[in-house]
C-alpha cells in the first residue's frame, strides 16, 4: 500500500544546531507540503513542492529550507535550530493544490 | 489574521449524542475540506465540498457547504468514541493562493 512516512518521530536538538527532518512518500504524487502544528495556530505552510526541482516559501518559511531532487522525498532542513521552531512537524503529499495525504508526524524540541 | 473560525473549540458529550460543528469565514472559498486528526498522527481527509449548498454524507457524518460558500459545517449523529478527535476546515480564500487551516475543534465522545 502506498504511504506518506517521517524520520524521526521524536527529536531532541539543541539550539543552533543544524537538523534536517525527512519525509518519503509512495503514492507518487508531484506535490508535497511541510505544516508546523501548534496550539493556537492550527497547521501552518512552511514550504511546499510542485514537483521535482521545484520549492516554494510558505508563510511561516524563516529558518527552514527544502529540497526536492526527487518524486518521493521532500527533506525539511532546519538552518539552526532555535526554541521558537519547538513544535509537531507534518509532512503531506497530493496530486492537488490541497494536501489529502499527511504523515504521521515529528515532535520536534529544541532546547 | 485567522480566516477560518472553528466553533466550538472544545466539546465533550455522551455517547450516542448529535453534535454539530460549525467553519466560518467573511471570504468566499471555491471548495472546503474536512479532515479529522487523531492524538499522535497527522490529519486525515474525509471529505470536500465544492459547490454552494452542497451537503455530503459519510457514514453517521453529514458535511455542508453554505450557499454562499463561506460556510461550512459537520453534524454527527450518535456520535461513539470513536469520533473523538480533532476535526479541521482548510480551503483557499477567494482572492488568494494560500491554502489556510481552522484552529479546530478537539471532540471528546464519553462512552
Known amino acids: 500500500d502506498a504511504e506518506i512516512t517521517q524520520s524521526p518521530r521524536h527529536k531532541i536538538t539543541e539550539t543552533g544546531r543544524q537538523v534536517t527532518l525527512a519525509c518519503h512518500q509512495t503514492?507518487?504524487?508531484?506535490?508535497m507540503f511541510w505544516y508546523r502544528q501548534d496550539l493556537g495556530h492550527g497547521l501552518r505552510l512552511i514550504h511546499y513542492?510542485?514537483?521535482?526541482?521545484?520549492?516554494n516559501k510558505g508563510e511561516v518559511s524563516d529558518g527552514y529550507s527544502v529540497s526536492r531532487s526527487n518524486t518521493e522525498d521532500l527533506p525539511l532542513t532546519l538552518e539552526s535550530a532555535a526554541s521558537s521552531q519547538t513544535s509537531v512537524y507534518f509532512c503531506?503529499?497530493?496530486?492537488?493544490?490541497?494536501?489529502?495525504?499527511f504523515g504521521p508526524g515529528t515532535r520536534l524540541t529544541v532546547t | 489574521t485567522q480566516l477560518l473560525e472553528q466553533s466550538p473549540q472544545f466539546l465533550s458529550i455522551q455517547e450516542g449524542e448529535n453534535l454539530t460543528v460549525y467553519c466560518n469565514s467573511s471570504?468566499?472559498?471555491?471548495?472546503l475540506q474536512w479532515y479529522r486528526q487523531e492524538p499522535g498522527e497527522g490529519p486525515v481527509l474525509l471529505v470536500t465540498v465544492v459547490t454552494g449548498g452542497e451537503v455530503k454524507k459519510l457514514k453517521r457524518l453529514t458535511f455542508q457547504f453554505g450557499d454562499a460558500r463561506k460556510d461550512s459545517s459537520l453534524h454527527i449523529t450518535a456520535a461513539q468514541p470513536g469520533d473523538t478527535g480533532l476535526y479541521l476546515c482548510?480551503?483557499?480564500?477567494?482572492?488568494?493562493?494560500?491554502?489556510?487551516f481552522g484552529t479546530g475543534t478537539r471532540l471528546k465522545v464519553l462512552a
Open positions: 513542492s510542485y514537483g521535482v526541482q521545484d520549492t
Open positions: 503514492w507518487n504524487h508531484n506535490n
Open positions: 482548510a480551503g483557499v480564500p477567494s482572492g488568494t493562493y494560500k491554502y489556510i
Open positions: 503531506a503529499s497530493s496530486e492537488w493544490d490541497s494536501p489529502t495525504h
Open positions: 471570504s468566499v472559498f471555491s471548495s
